[in-house]
T-cell receptor
């Protein structure tokens, strides 16, 4: 069973601050996806990273996939209250030609004005 | 923008009853998934479906569960003889491709078993 550990579990910061959240595993993933989930709603895909060492930017969000494809980080610059939400990482695992997603428990981010 | 739609948004059912959760995946997607999220816990994989058959399923997906694509657009999850512990948010997802698959999730159905 592949496990994804996300840290920190909860982060409360002021508007304008920078932050980094982490997603770590002992398993190698074919790809890794980051989602944001609002209470009572489904996860919304933010980005997919595929290549070891890959860095993707989405406005103020920077995603990095570890060289060994076992870990990833999400860095947010100048956080805003609208960034509040649960950030989930999910690793893609392939078995017998089919793939599934294994989710971490998430990092709950609260950005206060 | 195309999206995955799920109905109903909330379903309350008596313990022991059968429920069917419905999903309309994005139209050109070929791979379909069901996940669930018990309150306060992580999103868990239940089953994936491709070419009209189950391709992967987790330990959670036992004989109580079944999936079906009854027509060209709907993808359903049936839960027979519901238990209290089946109460959760159930998410449907779809993806266009298997390799580097990027899954898009629906808004979820909140199932409450009483």
């Amino acid at each position: 069973t592949q496990l994804l550990e996300q840290s920190p579990q909860f982060l409360s910061i002021q508007e304008g601050e920078n932050l980094t959240v982490y997603c770590n595993s002992s398993s190698v993933f074919s790809s890794l996806q980051w989602y944001r989930q609002e209470p009572g709603e489904g996860p919304v895909l933010l980005v997919t990273v595929v290549t070891g060492g890959e860095v993707k930017k989405l406005k103020r969000l920077t995603f990095q996939f570890g060289d060994a494809r076992k870990d990833s980080s999400l860095h947010i610059t100048a956080a805003q209250p609208g960034d509040t939400g649960l950030y989930l990482c999910a690793g893609e695992c392939k078995n017998s030609g089919y793939s599934t997603l294994t989710f971490g428990k998430g990092t709950m981010l609260l950005v206060s004005p | 923008e195309p999206e995955v739609t799920q109905t109903p948004s909330h379903q309350v059912t008596q313990m022991g009853q059968e429920v069917i959760l419905r999903c309309v995946p994005i139209s050109n997607h070929l791979y379909f998934y069901w996940y669930r999220q018990i309150l306060g816990q992580k999103v868990e994989f239940l089953v994936s479906f491709y070419n009209n058959e189950i391709s992967e399923k987790s330990e959670i997906f036992d004989d109580q569960f079944s999936v079906e694509r009854p027509d060209g657009s709907n993808f359903t999850l049936k839960i027979r003889s519901t238990k209290l512990e089946d109460s959760a948010m159930y998410f449907c997802a779809s993806s266009e491709a298997l390799l580097r698959g990027t899954a898009f999730f629906g808004q979820g159905t909140r199932l409450t078993v009483v």
